[in-house]
């Protein structure tokens, strides 16, 4: 063989070997690699034997060709030769994608939103991704790293709020009727900022009647653990301001969001969690700054959902807080609590626990 | 000069004598002169070698282009270890008597077997039914 011949099988096995990311593409080649030198230094430290030069892999770095000619015209030949590399494979279809505008809206709406939330999942994994980094990043990397993940989230959250380009009065709403969206909504919530939570609460609330009567796949509970965490973060008046939002009648079937929810887990594990915060605040005696009539509305709900919860039949909450009945216990009288309690327990078979 | 320390290569072993173990069972003894990136080969002077027990026969066969993909294994041959051998060099048309004596035995014992087998209603299926690669 000569030496040229020698020259380019070498060339061609060292393309292969070449890589942007080593450490990922060619994992045990670099572990041994590590290894072995970690193993020489070692020995050279003990001084036992002379250092040995390990020959050491020199790729050369061979330029990738980015053009690619599918076919190549031989001077003086019939016909075409088709030229495959192996990174550009042969060509065997000519299939063009062409974009026909009468295609059936319908059809591809309903992939198009999935499509959509896939590559905001993506997105979130980056982020978490950059979250669980900044665990073992240094200081000088930490700054940068906190920027990105923060403007990320927020491209995230604007992109779930308007994803329906066309009618933005429905915020999240599209998103959130797929399944795959109410648990993206529910990994990005630990990384939104306090009011950008609240007003997902806020939105969730607000379209808690569709949301429950269209969750076929039983998805909505994964929302319940971090909305309860943005919960317990609220304040009197951010709290009264989303209970309000359970007293609206739903327009379609005249009743209010409070009488569904209580027909649906989430809902009405919700709103317990709601009315615990509630009580928690009430009763802790860190300073509250109240709106006016903020207490009012406190009351009257409370009312509102004692009344509720004493008659109608309830389902099995997803988690009983265990101060809801000192709360009732404050505001209502002895029969309504006991009818409360016993309403309660036999829908949860748990023992709500009194004061 | 070592082309690609630390990766496995045929480059060094250019025109060095060597044995070459075929997927159809085959031994091929020659040195080895040429190679590409599908590990094709090139063998010059090769000798196919048959195997009888102890005893062995060699068939010249001059030059051999071997595709890649039929090689199960090849290593290069010690030119030293090679003449003090315990195997008994004997002449080709021997060593295919001894070949032809052998296949006949194994076919009969594979006969007999089959035949134990049926007896007792089991079914073993053929070889040549299977995918033997």
């Not at chain 1, 030949?77 to 494979?89: E, M, N």
Request: charged share 25%.
């Amino acid at each position: 063989m000569s030496e040229k011949e020698k020259e380019w099988v070498i060339r061609l096995q060292m393309i292969q070997l070449q890589s942007e990311n080593p450490h990922l593409d060619d994992y045990y080649y670099q572990e041994y690699y590590k290894r072995m030198e970690a193993k020489l230094a070692e020995e050279e430290k003990r001084g036992e034997w002379a250092k040995r030069e390990t020959p050491k892999l020199t790729t050369p770095y061979v330029i990738k060709s980015e053009s690619y000619t599918p076919v190549v015209h031989i001077e003086g030949s019939l016909g075409q030769v088709a030229v495959s590399t192996c990174f550009s494979p042969r060509r065997a279809i000519n299939a063009v994608r062409t974009h026909s505008p009468d295609e059936d809206v319908k059809d591809s709406r309903q992939p198009r939103m999935e499509v959509y939330i896939e590559k905001l999942f993506s997105q979130l994994l980056e982020v978490e991704e950059a979250a669980r980094k900044k665990g073992f990043v240094r200081v000088e990397e930490k700054g940068g790293l906190m920027e990105e993940m923060e403007k990320k989230v927020k491209q995230i959250y604007s992109l779930i709020r308007h994803a329906n380009l066309h009618e933005s009065s429905e915020e999240f709403l599209p998103c959130l009727l797929v399944s795959k969206g109410k648990r993206l909504l529910a990994r990005l919530l630990p990384f939104l900022s306090h009011d950008a939570a609240l007003h997902a609460l806020t939105m969730v609330t607000t379209h808690l009647p569709t949301l429950m009567s269209k969750d076929t796949d039983e998805a909505l509970p994964v929302l319940y653990a971090p909305l309860r965490d943005v919960i317990s973060a609220l304040s009197f008046s951010q709290l009264i301001g989303v209970l309000k939002d359970f007293t609206i009648v739903v327009p379609e079937s005249s009743e209010t969001i409070l009488t569904l929810a209580c027909q649906n887990e989430f809902g009405l594990s919700l709103l317990y969690v709601l009315l615990s915060q509630g009580e928690r605040l009430l009763s802790s005696n860190v300073p509250m700054e109240p709106n006016i009539g903020d207490f009012e509305t406190w009351t009257d709900t409370v009312f509102q959902v004692a009344q509720q919860l004493s008659h109608a039949s309830l389902v099995e909450p997803l988690f009983l807080p265990s101060n809801l009945l000192t709360l009732f216990c404050r505001y209502l009288d002895k029969r309504t609590v006991h009818q409360l309690k016993s309403n309660m327990e036999s829908a949860s078979g748990y023992l709500a626990v009194a004061s | 000069m070592n082309y690609m320390p630390g990766t496995a290569s045929l480059i060094e072993d250019i025109d060095k004598k060597h044995l070459v173990l075929l997927r159809d069972g085959r031994t091929l003894i020659g040195i080895l002169r040429s190679i590409d990136q599908f590990a094709n080969l090139v063998l010059h002077q090769t000798v196919e070698r048959i195997h009888v027990g102890k005893k062995f026969g060699d068939i010249p066969r001059g030059i051999f282009v071997v595709r890649g993909e039929n090689v199960v294994l090849l290593g290069e041959v010690d030119l030293d270890k090679e003449c003090d051998q315990i195997l008994q060099r004997v002449s080709i048309e021997e060593i295919l008597e001894e070949q032809r004596i052998e296949q006949l035995a194994k076919q009969e014992s594979e006969r007999l077997k089959l035949q134990a087998v049926k007896e007792r209603g089991l079914s073993i299926p053929k070889a040549d039914t299977l995918d033997d690669f």
